[in-house]
């Protein structure tokens, strides 16, 4: 089936520092969705991209949908110890089959 | 407004045993999935209904598991007989129909299943 690769798959930074981590696929995706999910939780929508080179953000949380239709980024500015968790891509892909990547969990030290 | 409601939140079972999940979605949402989550993985789609019809059942091991949304509300996922690697976390999500944010799924805790 379709694998979406997270990178990194964990990243242990300072409270403060900003955040980098992307998601790549085999195939092309029309859509490309962010979930955190917190441990014991079920995974929470952060971000919605809907088309290719879309910039948008939802507070300290930036995301983009790659020109090439095949990745995607999310940045954290100025992070605090409430972005612990695991981070997610998703999105449909060609025929509508829902796929989840791989995670990049993330630690923030005080 | 509510969110997805699941329950049990925990269930310890034996192998070869049945056990039943239970799905409430938010009010107005058409679409339901049942995840399968391994611990350390990301969600892997199960099953999808619209309303009460199966959208996708392809990754569903159907020759123990099953799902129905008979009413095209509530929805329940079954497992008979257990197997060890069916220990997971089986999450449901819904979302609205049609417009732009058809695939924006709002999920509930969870149920985490143990088989012993």
């Known amino acids: 089936g379709q694998q979406l690769n997270q990178s990194p798959q964990s990243m242990f930074i300072q409270e403060g520092e900003d955040v980098s981590m992307n998601c790549t696929s085999s195939?092309?995706?029309?859509?490309w969705l962010w979930y955190k999910q917190d441990p014991g939780e079920g995974p929470v929508l952060l971000i919605a991209?809907?088309?290719?080179?879309e910039l948008t953000s939802n507070g300290r949380l930036t995301a983009q949908f790659g020109i090439t239709r095949k990745d995607s980024f999310l940045n954290i500015s100025a992070s605090i110890p409430s972005d612990v968790g695991i981070y997610f891509c998703?999105?449909?892909?060609?025929?509508?089959?829902?796929?989840f990547g791989t995670g990049t969990s993330l630690t923030v030290i005080p | 407004e509510a969110g997805v409601a699941q329950s049990p939140r925990y269930k310890i079972i034996e192998k070869r045993q049945s056990v039943a999940f239970w799905c409430n979605p938010i009010?107005?949402?058409?679409?339901l999935y049942w995840y399968q989550q391994i611990l350390g993985q990301g969600p892997k789609l199960l099953i999808q209904?619209?309303?009460?019809?199966?959208?996708?059942d392809s990754q569903l091991p159907k020759d123990r598991f099953s799902a129905e949304r008979l009413k095209g509300v509530d929805s329940t996922l079954k497992i008979q007989p257990a197997k060890l690697e069916d220990s997971a976390v089986y999450l449901c999500?819904?979302?609205?129909?049609?417009?732009?944010?058809?695939?924006?799924?709002?999920f509930g805790p969870g149920t985490r299943l143990t088989v012993t």
């Open positions: 999500a819904s979302s609205l129909v049609g417009g732009r944010t058809p695939y924006e799924q709002y």
């Open positions: 195939s092309i995706f029309n859509t």
């Open positions: 991209l809907y088309k290719a080179g």
């Open positions: 998703a999105g449909p892909a060609t025929g509508n089959q829902f796929y």
């Open positions: 009010s107005g949402h058409a679409t």
């Open positions: 209904f619209q309303n009460n019809g199966v959208v996708d």
